[in-house]
């Protein structure tokens, strides 16, 4: 049976954001305002509701996407705060994959960040509509024109102001609504605790508030023709016809719109919560191109396990499924149970009767289900699309500190591999040492410390390593012939390839030229499993092979001898040959940098990032600060905030993320 989602008025958003802007400082507020919590926690106290788990109040970071549930204006609201920490990305890149819509929250001092910039671009991949909210107004430096004008620049969007702020950094006392050409404020009351007062436009606000509201009309207006002939002609546009004009550019991506608060008091949520109703989607509002049918489909986004068990996360696209019924993972093909069905309030459960259309809720009971897999009705199977994890750039050797913590360490890392898609374990060819990877030193570190608290694993640790790949520098052809005879049935397989290098960021693609039949078409898919079964490990150092393009150009079989394996074994040992002859040579990651500094020490901080081989790409000034960007390769960046402060007295800070792989240096 299909479920009205009408009938329930139901918002699925996410809160997304660097490190720092005060996302889950929008979290906590927001579900103070609706009720949800009678105290706010603070992220610098360490007892932010959002932030449970005992990683992120030590460090003061969001680590784990948080889901919760709030109610406002006869709506339900779930809740996701992502991380804004670059090494928990596939927190965010999951929970966008399964939200209708979402709030980005900027420092209103720093603007757009890298990581805004990144998860923005995300946002974008999964085409989720968003508000925007300029947050930390009261904050010296803080500057609502140059963020708005910084998200044109930078994000390519074209934004739509809905509120005016009503002074500047510690003055800041309010916005201008440009709908209703209100002001808002928020003076305390007696308790302590800002409440919403309307008031009149300041007068010496007037003429901007209303050259920003006309601008404001003829954007929302293109949305609709008749609408946008009537304000040509002179006629009144209401405020509701004002707001459907707004919702409808939001849902279309012509415009992003937004407001401005100061979230640390309490100033500016319940617009931001209005905004999140009026403007963001219903799930039903979103095509997520399911075929037809009304049997139930969901996507798991999300593993965790606790001492109660596994907790998979679902979002709900399509029918309903009943605590205690059995479903079908279609990737997989096997049957799971849903034991029990919970709506999840940051770290509290409350126990629902069955999942419908549009809910993101926790199942526990699954026994095989990871991330990415599809739940859907046996009798009408469906497969959504997968969640990509980003490739690892970072490795370490681990090993238990003592041979009777082995099965807790083994059986801790694999748990929390299975709860990160981004992490990856592997074997040291030459020691035999595990290997855990990631795409970040921070990332690798909270993991050891979970297998440390969760399992009472003390762990030992190699040096950081970085995840080097291999590629060629020019097109080589190979044959190579796979021929065996020892008296039992023969092996036979010729296979002729060629290889020549594609852009950076290419992959390995496989294609077949044959023709004529001189290797039967069945045989074909076996060479290119050989193929990418040897560029699993390189010819220089063992490395992924990347960014080449490989041709089956010619070859040739035997009626008796030539089989699948015959042929997967020529694929491997020619595509090794033909590596050693096209000039193999090691790529190394390059990370985008960008360090904020004092501009006294400007000069310093250049200066090393070139002693790394880093190239400088540009330099900013934002307030009393200088803003360096650079691309530095990660093997020269291990333990570079230490160094950063030294240089700076303490000063500075930066941020980092993959942007892309380069040829090393012969010496690396």
């Known amino acids: 049976m299909t479920t009205n989602t009408h009938a329930r008025q139901l918002r699925n958003i996410g809160i997304i954001a660097h490190v720092d802007a005060g996302k889950t400082t929008v979290s906590e507020r927001v579900l103070f305002t609706t009720g949800e919590i009678h105290r706010t926690g603070e992220v610098h106290d360490g007892n932010a509701t959002m932030d449970y788990d005992p990683q992120e109040r ?63 671009r995300l946002a974008d991949q999964y085409h989720v509509p968003r508000i925007a909210l300029v947050n930390k107004l009261d904050r010296t430096g803080a500057d609502f024109a140059r963020v708005v004008a910084m998200m044109a620049e ?73 609408l946008l002939t009537a304000y040509l002609n002179g006629e009144d546009i209401s405020e509701a016809q004002l707001r459907a004009c707004i919702r409808q550019g939001t849902l279309a991506g012509a415009f992003v719109p937004v407001l401005g608060g100061a979230a640390l008091k309490n100033k500016g949520v319940e617009p931001l919560l209005d905004a999140v109703v009026d403007y963001l989607p219903a799930p039903e509002d979103r095509n997520n191109d399911l075929p037809p049918g009304d049997g139930f489909a969901a996507l798991v986004f999300k593993v965790v396990h606790d001492e109660h068990g596994t907790l998979s996360y679902l979002r709900v696209y399509r029918g309903e499924a009943h605590a205690g019924s059995q479903v079908l993972n279609a990737n997989t093909g096997q049957r799971e149970r849903l034991s029990r069905v919970v709506q999840m309030h940051a770290d509290r459960r409350e126990e629902l009767a069955l999942a419908q259309a549009g809910d993101i809720v926790a199942v526990a009971g699954l026994k095989a289900s990871k991330t990415g897999h599809t739940l859907s009705d046996p009798a009408q199977p469906l497969v959504l699309e997968e969640i990509h994890a980003p490739e690892p750039v970072i490795s370490m050797a681990v090993e238990p500190h003592s041979r009777d913590e082995q099965n807790n360490f083994s059986r801790g890392l694999h748990t929390l591999v299975d709860e990160d898609p981004s992490l990856r374990l592997g074997q040291d060819a030459d020691t035999g040492q595990t290997l855990l990877s990631g795409v970040g030193e921070l990332q690798l570190e909270v993991t050891l410390e979970k297998l440390r608290s969760r399992f009472g694993v003390t762990v030992h640790t190699g040096p950081p390593q970085v995840a080097m790949r291999e590629t060629i520098a020019r097109a080589a052809s190979v044959r190579y ?116 500094t004092p501009m006294d020490h400007v000069g310093d901080v250049i200066g090393d990032l070139n002693r790394r081989r880093g190239h400088v790409r540009s330099q900013d000034q934002r307030g009393n600060a200088a803003v360096v960007r650079a691309m530095v390769p990660l093997q020269t960046l291990f333990g570079y905030i230490g160094n950063l402060r030294a240089l700076t007295a303490g000063r500075a800070s930066y941020t980092m993320q993959f942007d892309h792989y380069a040829e090393a240096p012969r010496q690396a």
Not at 85 to 99: A, K, P, T
Not at 164 to 188: C, H, K, M, N, R
Not at 566 to 586: D, H, I, M, S
């Open 58 to 120: 030590a460090r003061g970071i969001t680590i784990n996407s948080a889901a919760t549930t709030v109610a406002w204006r006869g709506h339900q609201i779930n809740l996701i705060d992502t991380p804004g920490h670059i090494d928990f990305n596939i927190e965010v890149s999951r929970s966008l994959r399964v939200l209708d819509g979402a709030v980005v929250v900027f420092d209103g001092v720093a603007g757009v960040e890298p990581q805004t910039e990144t998860n923005w």
């Open 481 to 596: 012939l796979h021929k065996k005879q020892s008296g039992g049935p023969g092996q036979y397989a010729e296979v002729a390839l060629r290889v020549e290098p594609l852009e950076r960021g290419g992959g390995l693609r496989f294609e077949n030229a044959i023709t004529g039949g001189v290797i039967p078409r069945e045989y074909i898919p076996s060479v290119e499993q050989g193929v990418r079964r040897a560029a699993l490990a390189g010819v220089l150092a063992g490395h992924p092979v990347v960014d080449l393009l490989v041709t089956l150009e010619d070859g040739s079989f035997h009626e008796k001898d030539s089989s699948t394996l015959a042929f997967e074994v020529a694929g491997a040992a020619a595509f090794t040959q033909a590596l050693r002859e096209a000039g193999p040579t090691l790529l190394e990651p390059v990370m985008a940098v960008e360090v904020t």
């Open 154 to 226: 930078r994000l390519g969007v074209k934004p739509l102001v809905l509120q005016l702020p009503i002074g500047t950094e510690a003055e800041f006392s309010g916005v201008v609504d440009l709908l209703t050409q209100q002001a808002l404020y928020w003076p305390p009351n007696a308790q302590g605790k800002p409440t919403l007062e309307r008031g009149a436009v300041p007068a010496y606000m007037q003429a901007a508030v209303e050259a920003a509201r006309r601008t404001l009309v003829e954007t929302a207006v293109e949305q609709n023709d008749v």
